[in-house]
């Protein structure tokens, strides 16, 4: 399909208008926008201090904007707390992954919102750990996340195991949207790639995927839409393709230092 039509014809699955937030003196967004689609990941870029971490937590109720509308499928809403957005069906992977390093991947996958079993069992609170295994089995599958030894700890698994286990729980809950802060800071170039592959995955199955990154490469590498962040304010929006390592980087630092080694 030609891609104008594609992008035409999808409605941004979450879309900030003017958000502004200050911390005391410090105005971490001034009139931010964004907009994330479904099925297509939306890079969210910016040198330190732009702004991202400030976006993210507006976008994934952390934080409430002191001005600015968010939208959901087109609807505004008013998120009051990070319970609220997960009620929309978007989930964030935070860069600590919060994983219970002493627990199986299926009981991190399912913490917090374990099933129950049928009748008085499930009255009683016994959970169903075999309905838990399966259908995490069946996400992971889905997804190509192969992880060898399902009743290991996840403690033992690598970096970008962890990692692929963080993103394939939120892909499994959200029905709109994931938020990624950062997913390959941490990983070696095999394990990157592989997280990657994950990233791209996750879109294609239908849902809108957030990346924040420093990673000009694998932004360039993976991105459908590339938003660009500099002192709380979009400066620059492009398309897949439309964009080299040498234009991100003169818009994050406002034209001043085109010159990239990469
Ligand atoms: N809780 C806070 N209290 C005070 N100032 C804050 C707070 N959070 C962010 N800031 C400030 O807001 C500005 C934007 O920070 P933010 O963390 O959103 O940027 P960032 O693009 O995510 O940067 P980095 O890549 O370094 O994480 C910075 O000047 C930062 O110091």
Redesign the pocket.
């Known amino acids: 399909m030609n891609e104008n039509v594609k992008t035409a014809t999808r409605a941004p699955v979450m879309e900030a208008r003017g958000i502004h937030k200050a ?2 003196q ?1 105005q ?1 967004l001034r009139g931010a926008e964004f907009k994330a689609r479904a099925g297509e990941v939306t890079a969210l870029i ?1 040198d ?8 993210v937590k507006v976008l994934s109720g952390v934080y409430t904007a002191d001005e600015g509308e968010l939208l959901i499928d087109g609807k505004p809403v008013r998120p009051g707390s990070p319970q609220d957005v997960r009620a929309y069906g978007i989930e964030t992977v935070y860069q600590d992954l919060a994983l219970a390093g002493d627990l199986t991947p299926y009981e991190n996958v399912f913490m917090g919102r374990e099933l129950r079993r049928s009748g008085v069992l499930g009255m009683l609170g016994v959970v169903d750990r075999g309905r838990m295994r399966d259908r995490t089995e069946e996400v992971f599958d889905a997804l190509n996340v192969r992880i060898k030894d399902h009743k290991g700890r996840v403690a033992a698994l690598s970096g970008g195991q962890r990692q692929s286990v963080a993103i394939a729980r939120a892909a499994m809950w959200a029905s709109h949207l994931v938020m990624m802060d950062e997913p390959t800071a941490a990983l070696g170039v095999a394990q990157t790639q592989s997280v990657l592959e994950l990233i791209r995955r996750v879109a294609d199955s239908g849902i809108g995927v957030i990346l924040i990154s ?1 990673n000009m490469t694998d932004v360039l590498e993976v991105a459908d839409s590339i938003q660009v ?1 500099r002192l ?1 304010t979009r400066v620059a929006t492009f398309r897949r393709g439309e964009a080299t390592v040498a234009d991100l980087v003169k818009e994050m630092t406002s034209g001043k230092s085109a010159e990239v080694n990469s």
């Open positions: 911390f005391g410090v971490a910016g330190n201090g732009a702004g991202k971490s400030s976006l420093h962040l709380g």
